[in-house]
């Protein structure tokens, strides 16, 4: 809590506006290879969270410490998917040249990697308290030439994905 002023001459009030209210954290060590055109869920990057505050921001975090492309100057798009009761939308800007959903991929060879990069979407769904909220990462690439080997490297050696929700109290 932080103490919130009311206006001139009023006497100030306690506020949660603005603390994190909770955080879900997801780690692991395993590799999804995708070399789908539409998108496809990355294998443990989603988590469900329950709201404790009505209307909160929630901040989602994935951060993959490995991306292994076996093609090169082609497009690998990170999408952000929020499902409440059954209903999915996409969440932030999947354009194809979206600096926050979309990776190009450039090299001299045919085998790139990757690390250090992530994705990060505020998003206020307008919920009520209670609600049960699934966030999922989803990717797709531009052509099936192209597979992307996230977490981890093209010999299958897992380095790790993180995946964080937290949520943010209005």
Known sequence: HFLKSAGAGAAPSFSASGKVLQVVHVYNASIS????????????????????????????????????????????????VRTIGGSATSVGTAAHNSATASMQVDGADDNVRMGGFGLRQLDSPSQAAGVTINYKV??????????????GNENGQGFGQSFTIMEIGA
Do not use: R, W
């Open 33 to 80: 290879s995708i070399n789908a055109t539409s998108y496809a869920d990355v294998t443990n990057a989603a988590s469900d969270i329950v709201s404790i505050g009505a209307s909160s921001t929630f901040l989602v975090e994935y951060n993959p410490t490995g991306f292994h492309f076996n093609n090169v100057s082609n497009m690998c798009h990170l999408l952000l």
């Open 138 to 151: 989803q990717v797709k690439v531009d052509n099936t030439d192209l597979t992307c080997k996230i977490g």
